[in-house]
């Protein structure tokens, strides 16, 4: 069964002074402000596309790794990822960097590796932001 998932951003002004609010509708877990500044400089306790980017981008990775795991007979303990998502103003989003750390009973961290790399390949995030370079760091603890 296919699901839907909105959020919704409200803007006021042009981009540089402008600012907005980006809520999570589906779930209704918040609303986050966003302007230009906390996208190009420093956060100063607001959000950006780039981070939202990033969240989705991790979880997504983490559960296609569990998937992957568990369906190789080695379900992890546990998984940390962090995503890291560099935009250049004037340029875009000029690449990605998913680190894992994983507690894996059983597997090797060559076979640790290899899971990451597939899941990094077949997550659906991942699959919708080919054209960006996506580089990943895995670590077995």
Do not use: Y
């Not at 402008?18 to 420093?42: H, I, K, N």
């Amino acid at each position: 069964m296919a699901t839907t998932r909105t959020a919704t951003t409200q803007w006021k002004g042009a981009l540089i002074d402008g600012s907005g609010t980006v809520s999570l509708d589906t779930s209704g877990v918040g609303t986050f402000e966003v302007t230009w500044a906390s996208r190009s400089q420093e956060a100063g306790g607001k959000t950006s596309p780039e981070e939202l980017i990033a969240a989705a981008h991790s979880s997504c990775f983490s559960m296609a790794l569990s998937h992957g795991l568990a369906g190789a007979g080695t379900p992890p303990e546990s998984l940390e990822t962090s995503a890291d998502v560099t935009f250049q103003p004037g340029e875009g989003i000029t690449g990605i960097v998913l680190t894992v750390k994983g507690r894996v009973p059983g597997i090797s961290a060559e076979q640790f590796a290899e899971a990451a790399e597939t899941a990094k390949a077949n997550c659906p995030v991942s699959k919708a932001l080919t054209g960006t370079l996506i580089t990943l760091n895995a670590e077995l603890l």
